[in-house]
C-alpha cells in the first residue's frame, strides 16, 4: 500500500507527463481492438445488407460504386437512369422495381426518393408519427432524427446543389410526417421521400401561381411574376406538376426483388450484352470482393499499428526509465531510511502498475464506447 | 550509543582507507565531527548507520553489534534507531511537508504507520513551527523551513542516534543557529544521540564535545 501510495503520489505531481503517457498507452492498445471491432462490424453491416439486397438495376459502369450508392446511400454516384428502365422490369412481371432517387442531401443526410414498397422491403417500422401519404412530406431515419432533433410536425430543408445556379436545383421544404425505428443500418442515416418529391427537388416537378387568372369582370389577366412554391401545402398541392416524359425521369438505381430465382436468373439474362447501358448486380458478390480486399488492406495496417505500437510502447518505457532516474536521489534517501531493494523495487513496480492500470481502464472506456455505439459508427461509416 | 575499535575501511575502488582505533560516543550526548574535506567522516557516519561494512575493527551501535548484522538486520535497524538529516534536507518534490516527515514509514522496513506516528509528526512540526505549512510541497519551503521538515523526518521514528552530515551547511547564519537549537532541543526532548559533522566552527561551543578526524587519523 505504500508503495501504491507513493507511486500514485508521484504520478499525481507529474499529472501532465502520466496523461500523456497513459493517453498514449490507452490509444496504443484501444486501437487495434476498435478497427477490429468498427471491421467486424462493417463486415457483418455490409454483408448483412448485401445478402438482403437480391439485385440492383442500375447504369452500366462501377458496379462498386452502383452498390455502395444504391444499398448503403453512400456518396458513390452512379450514372442515373430513367424510370423506363423500372417500368421495363415491372412489365416483365418477373421482379417488383423499387426506385430509389439518392441525389439530394438535408442537413448532412441522404435524402432517398423511393416508393413505399421500400420501407416492406427493408422491414422499416414508423416509431412516431405516420407514413409517408402525398407530395412534399418525409420520414426520418431513426439516427437523423436524434442527431437532429426532429419529429414528426417539423421540418427539413433539401440542401441546394449550386448555390450561384439561378437555374439550379432549389431547396423543397419537407413536411416530417413520422420517425422510423432504429434498424442499425444506413437506413438509421436516411431521409425517406416519394420519388415523386424527389423529382420536385430535382426541379423536374413544381408548383407556381396561376399563369392566368380572370378578374372581376371575367377578363382573362396574365399574371406579372410566376411564384414558384418551396413548400408543399394542402393549399398549393393541386398546382403541382411534372413536365416532359415520365420514362425520362431520372433514377439513381432500382432495386429489384424478383419473384423466385428462375425469375432472377432471367431478368439478369437481359442485361448481360455488355453493349445494353443498363446493368443488373447482384450486391452480395460485389461486397463479398470489397470485404476481401478490406481485409488485406486491414492485415497491413495491423502490422503497422504492430510497428507503430512497438516503437511507442518503447518510448514510453524510455520515459518511465528516465522519470526512475530522476528519483534516484530520493532513492538514494529511502535506502538511507532503511529501504531495502525489494521496496525500491516495490516502488518501481507500483508506479508501472498504477500506469499500466490506467491505461487498460482508458482503453476499455474507448473499446466500449466504440462498441456501445458500434451499429451507429458502421451505419456512418458505410453512409460516407 | 557508540562503541568503535580498530576500525577500518576501505572502498572497494580503492584510494581512500579509514581507520580509527578507538571512537565512542555516550547516550544523550551531542558530539561534532570536524576535520578537513576528504578525511573521512561522512564514511564514519555510513559505518555507524550501517550503510557501510567495516572491513576489520569493532562497531556497537545502541549497543548491536554491527558487524554481526545482515543486509536486512542493518536496515531494520537503521530504520528503527538512526535518523538522518542532510545538508540538502533530501526531501521528496512530489510529497508535502507532512508525508515527508511520515515519509521513513512509507520506506522503512518494519515500520508500520498508524495514529500515534501521526500524531507525533503533527506535535513535531508544531514543536518545530511549521505546523501552518504543512500541507506544502518542499518547493513552496524555505531553506530554514526545509531543514525544520527534514529534523521532523529525522525524530518521528523516535531514534536513539541522529546523524548529521553537514546540516546546517545550506542555511544562513542567523538560521544555522536556530535550527541547530531545534535540533538539539527536540533531541533532548526525544532522548536522542547526536553525531554530527560539520566545517562550521562557529557552532562548535554548542556540542558537548568535539572530534577533531584530522587528530583521530594521526592517532591511526
Known amino acids: 500500500m505504500n508503495a501504491l501510495f507513493l507511486a500514485f503520489a508521484h504520478l499525481r505531481w507529474t499529472w501532465a507527463r502520466s496523461l500523456v503517457l497513459v493517453l498514449v498507452g490507452a490509444v496504443i492498445l484501444a486501437v487495434p481492438m476498435v478497427t477490429q471491432t468498427l471491421l467486424r462490424g462493417s463486415e457483418d453491416a455490409l454483408t448483412r445488407r448485401a445478402e438482403a439486397t437480391p439485385l440492383v438495376l442500375g447504369a452500366r459502369g462501377s458496379q462498386l460504386d452502383l452498390v455502395m450508392n444504391a444499398v448503403y446511400f453512400s456518396e ?9 428502365a423500372e417500368d421495363a422490369v415491372w412489365d416483365s412481371g418477373l421482379a417488383l422495381p423499387i426506385p430509389l432517387h439518392t441525389a439530394f442531401q438535408t442537413n448532412g443526410a441522404r435524402i432517398v426518393g423511393t416508393s413505399l414498397d421500400y420501407f416492406d422491403f427493408r422491414g422499416l417500422q414508423i416509431a412516431s408519427g405516420r407514413q409517408l401519404a402525398i407530395l412534399g412530406e418525409a420520414v426520418l431515419g431513426a439516427a437523423v432524427a436524434d442527431r437532429l432533433g426532429l419529429g414528426p410536425g417539423d421540418t427539413v430543408v433539401s440542401a441546394p446543389e ?46 407556381h401561381d396561376d399563369v392566368v387568372t380572370a378578374d372581376a369582370d371575367g377578363n382573362i389577366v396574365a399574371n406579372a411574376a410566376i411564384t414558384e412554391f418551396q413548400r408543399i401545402t394542402p393549399e398549393n398541392i393541386d398546382s403541382f406538376h411534372f413536365h416532359g416524359d415520365a420514362g425520362d425521369y431520372p433514377l439513381s438505381a432500382v432495386l429489384i426483388v424478383p419473384n423466385d430465382t428462375r425469375s432472377a436468373t432471367i431478368l439478369r439474362g437481359r442485361y448481360l450484352d455488355p453493349e445494353n447501358p443498363l446493368q443488373i448486380t447482384v450486391p452480395d458478390d460485389v461486397v463479398a470482393g470489397l470485404v476481401d480486399r478490406i481485409f488485406r488492406i486491414a492485415a497491413l495496417l495491423d502490422a503497422v499499428t504492430v510497428i507503430i505500437g512497438v516503437a511507442a510502447m518503447g518510448a514510453i518505457a524510455l520515459s518511465l526509465y528516465l522519470a526512475w532516474a530522476l528519483r534516484s536521489p530520493e532513492m538514494q534517501t529511502a535506502r538511507r531510511l532503511g529501504a531495502g531493494r525489494f521496496v525500491i523495487l516495490q516502488l518501481a513496480l507500483a508506479e508501472i502498475v498504477l500506469f499500466l492500470a490506467g491505461t487498460v481502464v482508458l482503453a476499455a472506456a474507448l473499446v466500449f464506447a466504440v462498441t456501445s455505439n458500434g451499429d451507429r459508427l458502421v451505419a456512418w461509416i458505410l453512409a460516407l | 550509543m557508540i562503541e568503535a575499535s580498530g576500525l577500518r575501511f576501505a572502498y572497494p575502488r580503492g584510494g581512500f582507507t579509514l581507520s580509527v582505533p578507538t571512537f565512542s560516543v555516550a547516550k544523550g550526548e551531542r558530539v561534532g565531527v570536524i576535520g578537513p574535506s576528504g578525511t573521512g567522516k561522512t564514511t564514519l557516519l555510513n559505518l555507524v548507520a550501517g550503510l557501510s561494512q567495516p572491513d576489520a575493527g569493532a562497531l556497537k551501535v545502541a549497543g548491536t553489534d554491527m558487524t554481526a548484522l545482515s543486509d536486512a538486520g542493518r536496515r531494520a535497524f537503521r530504520a528503527r534507531n538512526i535518523g538522518f538529516v542532510f545538508q540538502n534536507f533530501a526531501l521528496v518534490d512530489y510529497l508535502n511537508a507532512l508525508e515527508n516527515i511520515l ?9 508500520r504507520l498508524d495514529r500515534a506516528a501521526r500524531d507525533r509528526a503533527a506535535a513535531l512540526a508544531a514543536s518545530c513551527g511549521i505546523a501552518d505549512r504543512l ?32 546540516a546546517t551547511g545550506n542555511l544562513d547564519p542567523e538560521t544555522k543557529d536556530v535550527i541547530l537549537d531545534l535540533l538539539f532541543a527536540r533531541a533532548r526532548e526525544f532522548d536522542a544521540t547526536v553525531l554530527a559533522v560539520t566545517h562550521d566552527h562557529d557552532l562548535l561551543p554548542r556540542f558537548d564535545r568535539v572530534i577533531d578526524f584530522a587528530t583521530l587519523r594521526q592517532a591511526a
Open chain 2, 135 to 166: 500541507k506544502s510541497h518542499p518547493g513552496a519551503l524555505s531553506g530554514g523551513e526545509q531543514q525544520r521538515v527534514a529534523i521532523c523526518r529525522a525524530l518521528v521514528t523516535q531514534p536513539a542516534l541522529i546523524l548529521a552530515d553537514e
Open chain 1, 76 to 84: 458513390d454516384r452512379a450514372q442515373p437512369v430513367t424510370r423506363a
Open chain 1, 162 to 207: 449550386n448555390l450561384f445556379d439561378l437555374d439550379g436545383v432549389y431547396p423543397l421544404e419537407l413536411q416530417i410526417t413520422g420517425v422510423l425505428a432504429p434498424t442499425g443500418t444506413p437506413d438509421d442515416e436516411a431521409v425517406f421521400t416519394d420519388v415523386k418529391t424527389a423529382w420536385v427537388i430535382a426541379g423536374i416537378g413544381h408548383g
Open chain 2, 103 to 111: 515519509y521513513p514509514y512509507r520506506v522503512g522496513l518494519g515500520l
